[in-house]
């Protein structure tokens, strides 16, 4: 099975081109709500009941196919066998999870390629294994879009488009106040997600790219509680293309590279090596046309690396200030309370504001007189600075995180912002125990809103040493969270039924 180039490449912008597995599960799921059955070559998509031509070639991953090739550069293959995740992956094309076997009807003609009738029982997408076919059974098909993960990225609704209601109802145990809202890469495992979700008695995760309120992609699910309906953008709307967000690069960007949105912002840079390498490669082909395999490579690590050009045949990573602008901050945000790296890293694991702000919009109307927040995972301070921008009054702000550098990066704001509410700063989630909350609790009068999104190092697509999960030394304080959450629960309805 294949996909033109024009359908990948709008995909790799989502994904990024690096991400494989997750490229793969877009490509499937953008589609597979249209059609009952996927199958061929191509784009060539058939419905139940037909018989379609299955050509048995094998391709490898980023080759560059031939014109006649109905494959593109993208190819589902493993080239050895290994059992990942109690998932077995073959040498043909790569088996996705959550499948169910059935094998179709099928015949060998003489020109070597297979003939299936596709079985009406089955639906998702065929993949090889020898002479067996398999299919990947639709997941969420009962879902709303909003719900399925990996779709369309629009979680309930983003600007000009309809809101969708949740796929389902609340629990009673769950309504607000006190408000929550937990943020975490949308590219981690399904099984990890289902695992938040249980975390947070059944409440669904809505999916969302930033895509669709700034200039840089930033695919991110979101659990929360929050009202749906009076959603709002902050105005005025940041740039939505790299040339609105940078005009500064227009003059140099070469007629190849097409980007018009970043990749997702991460806390890694590229290295001065590379973009001296990406300048030579271009430096050997001066006053010539630049060969097509030197513009995909070119385009691969610009992608990657969130590479813009900066002069006639030279890239440049982008600087914090752009980063800050991308993401929604003001400009020098992090400058003068960390290092350049520790500035990288705070900004790569951030909210983006305008995202976050369309949905926290509605806790406006209200808490017309402020709020009480309890800020988890604070960092560089992606909630207050949303909240402030929404203009809702930050009456008092319990803030926790773990990293002196990023807790001085909130203060620093506070102070510059000249802010008029309480800032209470904590250093550990852990610490927070049933006393330390009813303190706190009383201290300000109960808190409204307990937001923060936990570390992602060891979940994150672009993790592929300590990918293991939930249960990783980093992104296990996500139990924290919902630990917080019922205690705060418990405390506030305590006080209520006082």
Known sequence: ?????????????????????????????????????????????????????????????????????????????????????????????????????????????????????????????????????????????????????????KGFGIPGSPLLKRPTQLDSLMLGPPYFYFENVATMPKSQWDTIKRHFNGVDPEFVDSKYFS?????????????????????????????????????YWPIWDTRCKLNCINTRRATASLCNEIRNRIAKHEGKSLPLHEQKFILYECKRWNLVWVGPAQVAPLEPHEIEFLLGFDKDHTRGSST?????????????????????????????????????????????????????????VVIVEIDPKARNVITSWWKKTK??????????????THDVLAKLSHQVGGFDLIIGGSPCNNVSGNNRVTRVGLEGKDSSAFYEFPRVLNIVKQIMQGRANR
């Not at 509680?225 to 790299?242: H, S």
């Not at 509410?421 to 852990?430: C, N, Y």
């Open 419 to 432: 802010q008029k509410g309480q800032l209470i700063s904590k250093d550990d989630v852990r610490k927070l």
């Open 215 to 251: 200039a840089s992609m930033r695919p991110r699910g979101y659990v929360h509680n929050l009202p749906i309906e009076g959603r709002k953008q902050i105005l005025p709307t940041p740039p939505m293309t790299i040339d609105q967000a940078l005009p500064q690069t227009v003059r």
């Open 1 to 153: 099975m294949g996909f033109r180039p024009d359908t990948v490449q709008k995909a790799a912008e989502v994904c990024g081109s690096d991400k494989f597995d997750e490229l793969l599960e877009y490509l499937v799921d953008g589609v597979k709500d249209k059609f009952e059955l996927i199958a061929g070559v191509g784009d060539r998509l058939e419905p139940v009941g037909a018989t379609v031509k299955l050509e048995p070639l094998e391709y490898e991953r980023n080759c560059v196919s031939s014109e006649a090739s109905p494959f593109c550069d993208l190819d589902i293959r493993r080239k050895q066998s290994k059992r990942i995740q109690g998932q077995t992956y073959w040498s043909a094309y790569k088996v996705l999870k959550n499948i169910t076997t059935s094998t179709s009807s099928s015949s060998e003609n003489e020109d070597g390629c297979t003939t299936a009738v596709l079985n009406k029982k089955t639906t998702g997408i065929k993949v090889k294994i020898g002479r067996t076919y398999i299919a990947k059974k639709q997941i969420e098909e009962e879902l709303p879009p909003a719900c399925v993960h990996h779709g369309k990225m």
């Open 340 to 396: 350049a790296t520790e500035r990288y890293i705070g900004l790569g694991n951030s909210f983006q504001i305008n995202t976050v702000a369309y949905h926290l919009s509605v806790l406006k109307p209200l808490y017309p007189q402020g709020m009480n927040v309890l800020s988890l995972f604070s960092g560089i301070g992606g909630a207050e600075v949303t909240l402030d921008k929404l203009g809702i009054f930050l009456k008092n």
